[in-house]
């Protein structure tokens, strides 16, 4: 099957719960489906075991051992297990040095209520007030289903005087967002959750 010339082998789902929303997709294409099951999805979750019993999810991804003993305790779904811990791309593992000057923050988030980026904001705010120097580029795209709270950010910088010192960056690949950390000196992360944290993981490492 091809959907404009581009013709898929498999549909990747991250979190159990979004099983139900490729099922159509994975019947409509004869596509298998693989399933990453990141914690809060399996942990918090009493649907994720119906979810994995689909014949059209082939193989479940899981970031760590305890995920995958969970699942492996339903012996129909042991063998669809497989354990794939978080990791990134090695090009981060190289030493650097925060440049000097004002303070330079990056924050590597998908602009949802999720990662509260309006608190980050808002704690930017204070910092003009108290005469503080500051720039800080917010790296991610809009989320699927939350389109205006992209908008609702940047009406909040707009309105506080904030354009000079707020970027908005966009979507950025393995490379630029390595670079952007190397360009900052603090990353900033306010999420109300989060799990294991690759852009947390990327930033410790340079």
């Not at 979190?15 to 994975?26: G, H, Q, S």
């Not at 991804?61 to 090695?90: F, G, M, Q, W």
């Not at 330079?104 to 509260?116: D, H």
């Not at 354009?163 to 900052?184: H, I, M, Q």
Request: charged share 20%.
């Amino acid at each position: 099957p091809s959907i404009v010339g581009f013709a898929p082998d498999v549909i990747h789902v991250h979190f159990t719960w979004n099983v139900a929303r490729a099922l159509p997709f994975a019947r409509l294409l004869d596509l298998p489906i693989v399933v990453t099951a990141h914690g809060s999805d399996i942990l918090k979750s009493d649907s994720w075991e119906s979810a994995l019993r689909h014949p059209e999810v082939k193989r479940v991804v899981c970031v760590a051992r305890h995920l995958k003993a969970y699942i492996d305790a339903v012996p129909a779904l042991s063998e669809k297990t497989a354990l794939v811990y978080n990791c990134i791309d090695p090009l981060f593992l190289t030493p650097v040095t925060p440049p000097p000057g004002d303070v330079k923050m990056v924050c590597v988030a998908t602009l949802r209520r999720l990662k509260n980026h309006l608190w980050l904001l808002r704690a930017l705010l204070l910092l003009r007030q108290r005469g503080v120097g500051f720039r800080c580029d917010l790296i991610g795209g809009p989320m699927i289903g939350e389109p205006e709270h992209a908008d609702e950010l940047r009406r909040f910088v707009a309105e506080h005087g904030l354009s000079d010192a707020v970027v908005f960056r966009g979507r950025l690949s393995e490379a630029e967002v390595k670079d952007a950390l190397d360009a900052a000196s603090i990353l900033v992360l306010p999420s109300t959750s989060e799990g294991l944290s690759v852009c947390v993981t990327e930033a410790l490492a340079r």
